[in-house]
């Protein structure tokens, strides 16, 4: 696995959620860390939810 999911394509993360490496909770708490650290320069995002 890479040292950070973000670095996987969307097909390569679901391979690793589908093999087991790596749970699908998993993959959304990083990627809702991530929103929070760059959400306040990108602006993307209306909601999120845990």
Known sequence: MPDSLLDLTAHGLAKEIEVGEVSAREA?????????????????????TP
């Open 28 to 48: 959304a708490e990083v990627a809702n860390t991530r929103i929070g650290e760059v959400e306040d320069e990108v602006n993307a995002f209306v909601t999120t």
